[in-house]
């Protein structure tokens, strides 16, 4: 078998545009020259054993427009959600307003709103897991008639369409904040959109029912979305934004 070849990294920069653009460059027994832009902006480059880094450089330069774009997609993503915890004083939403976690006692468990807090009243101290499992059905408990509500406002929307009105169901999911059966309209949604503001609710809903119209999500599918909601856009971002 022939021998693998794999030089050490080295740094380069070239000038493009008036800007600088840097990468990292090893050579390798390959036949190719391959790119790579990583999610932290970083450039990496695997060239052929036996090319020149001059070679490269040229290579680099034609490919620039590539990696700059790539560059700036990353840089544009939004930053990851905070994640959510479940101790006193941890800040927790419902309907897109932030309230304190305080924990009281009581004979039964109980969960309430009262001025900027998020009250759990439990007969003995709870772990975090506990906190959590108690949150999360306390949010379904309010799902159904935030939902019942959100459907009211939205559902004027498809008068024009004549279709039949939905089946509104409240499902816990690991990825998705809701999901549609056209064939029997039947759309379920998560217990944890009650967290967010009901424009981005309404936002989530309005995706749902349009796959009453369209089942994919092809071109057809977002025309009609963003006619019916033309901001949506600013609601799916938010809603993103929510501590996981």
């Known amino acids: 078998m022939p021998r693998s070849f ?43 054993a036996g090319t020149s880094p001059e070679w490269v450089a040229q290579q680099v330069l034609k490919k620039a427009d590539w990696i700059i774009k790539h560059q700036e997609a990353f840089a544009n993503r939004p930053a990851p959600a905070p994640t959510r915890h479940f101790e006193a004083g941890s800040p927790h939403y419902y309907q897109g307003q932030p309230y304190q976690l305080r924990f009281a006692e009581a004979r039964r468990a109980t969960v309430t709103v009262e001025g900027d807090e998020l009250i759990i009243a439990t007969p003995a101290p709870l772990t975090s897991a506990q906190t959590e499992a108690l949150l999360h059905t306390w949010y379904a408990r309010q799902a159904g008639p935030l939902f019942a509500e959100a459907l009211v406002r939205v559902w004027p929307r498809f008068t024009e369409f004549n279709l ?13 904040w809701g999901s549609c059966t056209p064939r029997s309209a039947r759309i379920r949604l998560s217990p944890e959109l009650v967290r967010a503001r009901p424009e981005c609710l309404d936002y989530v809903l309005l995706h749902e029912c349009c796959h009453l119209l369209v089942g994919d ?7 009609l979305q963003t006619r019916l909601l033309p901001d949506w856009e600013r609601w799916k971002q938010e809603l993103n934004a929510l501590p996981k």
Do not use: W
């Open 6 to 48: 794999s030089a050490a990294p080295r740094r380069e920069t070239i000038a493009y545009r008036n800007q600088s653009l840097s990468y990292t460059l090893v050579f390798r027994s390959r036949r190719t020259i391959g790119f790579a832009v990583r999610p932290d902006g970083s450039v990496h480059i695997s060239a052929p």
């Open 164 to 176: 039949m009105r939905p089946t509104l169901s409240v499902r816990q999911m690991q990825t998705r």
């Open 217 to 223: 999500h092809s071109k057809a599918f977002y025309d």
